[in-house]
């Protein structure tokens, strides 16, 4: 449950830019400004005017002093802004409602002095067309007390508005705590005066600000309130206003489909009045909104609707907006090609306009795409472009999400104090801005950075506090990640009561906003903490309540975890035929190669080594065979073991056969390719649907859809089978079993020794032309520690001399190097011993085993020394499915000629000696390094053990110099110099810079 990589959308959210505090402008400007000629108003005598684009006209009233006076600009067709003037022209009051172009716009005032007061009218936007209004002073007469007490109370109202614009203008915790107050006070004083527009629209703003503070609930009930009363006065451009801001409400509470009715009302009365602005916006939350809902087809519909609108105004703002977040749909789908397409459209737009902050979202995600694609150097190049912007426009907020978005890259390449000072710089600059939900995910982020590094206690607090903001903060999509990873962190504490509190309140979380892919984890979560209780029977319930989620999903990765756990409860419910269904199953997804990683923590742990799952897999038909010896489970056991090893083996052969040998454009192949892509994309955009409900409008047809591409995926397969059986036996590569390796792999000379090391046990088949033998050894833990030691025994100069390394006698053993190489080979040979005869050995080992050299292994305990390899001849495989195929492949090619081309002594980083004088010193690693490969688990176990002698303050995992290989690589020379004129090639002096740094450093 990691937290989510943070992709800048660029919502258009609440609709603040014309909703807020439209009368609040009361400056009382010294400026002179000159006018056009004046027109006359005569008390209770409207003018009706049309508005000239462009033209500011102004209209006179007489009055004397102490008078109260009202005037009123009726709105038909034309958005406008009225401006009060003094006598001696000095500005006392602007207006501009948020009422688009119908309503009325009013000024109310107590003349000061006598005179003429000038009332200048022009079009809220100078790009609008022209459009008529009436004007007519509705009152002039003398003011009463009440008179002056209300313009007094709606000077207060100014005052106030004018102060939560400035508190709304730093969006904090405490500005928005203080703003909401304000509008509290706001509302009640427009009741008091019977204003109820004016009453509505500070519901309104009120709403927005309960929005901003995750008070989803209380922004609904402000803004159906001002609904009403804008429904009851007419108001159609203050309804589509607040329909909008309703159904932002309401979408971030999760719930779409109501958020998409509200969305619909608002687009239909934008485009009837028309309200251009407000329709581009509408359309294109409409496209979000459908997105989310799985809809793609509708939320494509409605992205252009808003494209449409945007290029007939020439809005080219809006248009890079509408486009931005088209590439948000397809980044969501995974398509990320099509994504950046779209961004680097809007990324156009915005340098045209000069919209740097549009330009940092677009640049973002950008980024993101490279850090998804594993290009890491371009992904921190974009990161850091996109600080400096969100630096240069003092933008803290986007910092701070860049800040998080470096972090994870980092993260990415292993390198974890670098993704800390980022994570820690980020939530420090939210912690300043008083941010609550940066805050809480910087936090979350730092727990799960300490929960990987093992470190459950400190990951354990920064998740609660992080909980602890998203709760306070209404945001229960991301609080029921936490708590689920809050659980997580009490399990690696040993706490199961307080793990299982928190993964069913987790659990109850996910339910609540629909999210059943989260379901599924929390389900997961429930599993594990009832199996660590030894609570097999309700272990397996909630594994099996997830496994139908993820089913129903087509969760292939997350099914194949599910099925994983649920085999290991089955097995402690001691029920192997059970397990065994289960984990078969395991196998069959991950043999199909076509997984789907829709969660970044399975992306980097569960399945970083899918041989767990043929470990599992041998270990429960181990446990069926010893309770049936006869009913062939050993010899199902060893297939499993060659299809866990030999399946990436044989595919990478595959891979590169064809595109060596047969071309990969071949009809059938190409059509295969097509099929699968298009698969993929249906399954995923049904992944999508099903996260978060249970039905909608496209899912029948999309069901449809899968269900023909995978028969003419099928028919298509078979059609390959039989046209080409050679091409198909290379796109398709099949392990060997027991029959295909006795029969293409071994003779009567030759034994198969395979083995297979497991945490509880390990085994090793001893496998013949006539049967399959089985043994049980010691755990892989105890394997791997005596095979360490005997690996760094083996490079002790010594120990080298000993057994007749370089070119010397063997001669007696050293006590211990005797002692721990015979304890070695008494584990791992000793059980077949009386099998080996003189017969040659195909050995395939595992794990740390696969770096000892057999051959120089003693048969004998005590005595004179004898390797084994003088007295049999010894084949080291990766797998035996992986000789036959190599068989197969040279059984037609033609002899190679007598030369030799020989690579030895290779330098596997830049601490080797030989180059230390030669380059510069190693330079230190910066955050923009290029990471090493990476290791599975399984290599990286067995690196760490048989490096772990090495000098203090040499990199981590580094392969020491191999100094032997020169002399063998020298003999073969010698042989095939004299006998053919051909000379190896060795690594020489002249080359190794050159070397190093193609290299880089190899680990």
């Avoid at 500011?56 to 109260?68: G, T």
């Avoid at 409008?697 to 995926?713: A, G, H, R, Y």
């Avoid at 004088?917 to 190693?922: A, E, L």
Wanted: aromatic share 6%; hydrophobic share 40%.
């Amino acid at each position: 449950m990691v937290p989510n990589i943070h992709r800048m959308s660029k919502k258009w959210g609440m609709f603040t830019g014309l909703a807020l505090c439209w009368w609040l402008f009361s400056a009382f400007a010294m400026s002179q400004v000159p006018a056009p000629r004046p027109t006359v108003l005569t008390p209770g005598k409207p003018l009706s005017q049309k508005l000239v684009k462009g033209e500011k006209p102004v209209f006179q009233v007489r009055l004397q002093a102490n008078q109260y006076c009202r005037v009123l600009v009726d709105q038909q067709g034309v958005d406008v802004v009225v401006v009060l003037r003094s006598p001696s022209q000095t500005e006392l009051l602007k207006v501009d409602s948020p009422n688009g172009i119908e309503g009325s716009e009013a000024l109310e005032f107590i003349s000061e002095s006598t005179g003429v007061y000038l009332v200048e009218v022009a079009g809220a936007d100078e790009s609008a067309p022209s459009g008529a209004y009436s004007i007519q002073v509705v009152e002039a007469r003398t003011a009463s007390p009440a008179d002056r007490e209300r313009v007094r109370k709606l000077g207060v109202i100014r005052a106030k508005l004018a102060e939560t614009a400035q508190l709304e203008a730093t969006p904090t915790k405490a500005n928005g705590e203080k703003a909401i107050a304000l509008y509290q006070e706001v509302i009640q004083l427009h009741q008091d005066l019977h204003n109820e527009i004016e009453k509505a629209w500070a519901l309104n703003n009120l709403g927005q600000n309960h929005g901003r503070m995750g008070e989803n609930a209380k922004a609904i009930a402000c803004f159906t309130e001002a609904l009403d009363i804008h429904r009851r006065t007419k108001g159609r451009c203050e309804e589509a206003l607040v329909l909008y801001n309703l159904g932002e409400a309401w979408r971030e509470t999760g719930d779409f489909h109501q958020a998409q009715e509200l969305f619909l009302q608002a687009a239909a009365l934008a485009d009837r009045i028309p309200m251009p602005q407000l329709a581009i916006y509408t359309y294109s939350i409409l496209g979000t909104v459908s997105n989310a809902l799985g809809d793609l087809v509708a939320a494509a519909k409605y992205f252009n609707l808003a494209l449409d609108h945007c290029r007939a105004r020439g809005d080219q703002a809006g248009e890079a907006n509408v486009l931005h977040n088209f590439g948000s749909m397809y980044d969501d789908l995974g398509e990320k090609e099509k994504a950046g397409a779209y961004y680097r459209q809007a990324l156009v737009l915005e340098r045209q306009t000069n919209d740097r902050q549009g330009e940092s979202y677009s640049l973002n995600n950008l980024a993101l795409i490279e850090d998804f694609r594993g290009e890491f150097q371009q992904a921190l190049e974009g990161f850091h472009r996109v600080r400096q912007l969100t630096q240069e426009l003092g933008d803290k907020h986007l910092e701070g999400t860049v800040l998080l978005n470096l972090g994870q890259t980092h993260r990415n390449l292993g390198e974890y104090d670098a993704t800390r000072t980022f994570y820690t710089q980020a939530l420090e600059l939210f912690q300043s801005l008083q941010e609550d939900a940066g805050t809480a995910a910087a936090l979350q982020k730092l727990g799960y950075l300490e929960f990987k590094e093992d470190h459950p206690a400190q990951a354990q607090l920064l998740f609660q506090k992080a909980l602890t903001l998203q709760l306070a903060g209404g945001d229960k999509k991301r609080a029921a990640a936490n708590q689920g990873m809050v659980g997580e962190t009490w399990l690696k504490l040993g706490d199961i009561r307080q793990a299982k509190e928190n993964l069913a309140a987790s659990l109850a979380l996910q339910r609540s906003v629909q999210n059943r892919d989260g379901e599924g984890q929390a389900l997961m979560g429930l599993g594990q903490a009832a199996f660590q209780e030894k609570d097999f029977a309700q272990a397996v319930d909630a594994y099996q309540q997830a496994l139908a989620i993820r089913r129903a999903l087509r969760d292939r990765t997350g099914e194949t975890e599910t099925l994983y756990h649920l085999t290991q409860a089955q097995l402690g419910r001691e029920k192997p035929e059970l397990a065994l269904e289960s984990i078969a199953a395991a196998a069959r997804l991950v043999e199909t190669g076509r997984l789907k990683v829709n969660r970044e923590s399975l992306r980097q742990s569960f399945f970083a080594n899918q041989r767990d799952i043929f470990d599992l897999y041998i270990d429960v038909l181990m446990r069926l065979h010893r309770k049936n010896p006869t009913a062939g489970f050993a010899g199902q056991a060893l297939e499993v073991s060659e299809r866990g090893r030999a399946r990436g083996l044989i595919e990478l052969l595959a891979a590169a056969r064809r595109n060596n040998g047969t071309p990969p454009s071949h009809d059938l192949v190409a059509q295969e390719q097509t099929l699968l892509t298009q698969l993929d994309l249906k399954e995923q955009e049904r992944f999508f649907i099903l996260a978060t409900r249970e039905t909608s409008p496209i899912l029948s047809q999309l069901e449809k859809d899968i269900t023909v591409l995978q028969t003419q995926l099928e028919e298509m397969q078979a059609r390959l089978r039989t046209q080409n059986q050679r091409l198909a036996s290379l796109v398709y590569p099949a392990p060997l079993t027991v029959r295909g390796i006795q029969e293409q792999v071994l003779d009567r000379d030759s034994i198969l020794l395979e083995y297979s090391l497991g945490a509880g046990k390990s085994y090793l088949w001893a496998v013949t032309i006539t049967g399959v033998t089985a043994f049980e050894l010691p755990g892989r833990e105890q394997i791997e520690a005596l095979a360490a030691t005997v690996y760094q025994s083996l490079k002790e100069p010594r120990a080298q001399r000993d057994i007749g390394l370089g070119g010397k006698k063997p001669g007696p053993m050293k006590p211990n190097w005797q002692r721990e190489a015979a304890q070695l080979s008494g584990m791992i040979l000793g059980p077949v011993g009386s099998k080996l005869g003189s017969r040659r050995l195909v050995l395939v080992p595992d794990g740390a085993l696969e770096y000892i050299p057999f051959g120089a292994l003693p048969m004998r305990g005590t005595g004179p020394y004898v390797p084994l390899l003088a007295t049999h001849e010894i084949v080291t495989l990766p797998s035996a499915s992986t000789l036959a195929v190599l068989r197969r492949e040279t059984a037609g090619r033609k002899p190679a000629e007598k030369q030799l081309a020989v690579f030895a002594d290779p330098v596997f980083g830049t601490q080797d000696e030989r180059l230390k004088k030669q380059t510069t010193p190693p330079q230190k690693k910066t955050e923009e390094s290029v990471p090493s490969p990476s290791l599975s688990p399984t290599d990286e176990r067995a690196l760490k053990l048989l490096v772990a002698g090495q000098n203090p303050g040499e990199p981590k995992l580094q392969i020491p110099r191999l100094p032997f290989t020169r002399q063998e690589a020298q003999a073969l020379e010698t042989l095939v110099h004299r006998n053919n004129g051909i000379r190896p090639s060795i690594s020489q002096p002249a080359k190794k810079r050159q070397l190093a740094e193609k290299l880089a450093v190899t680990k």
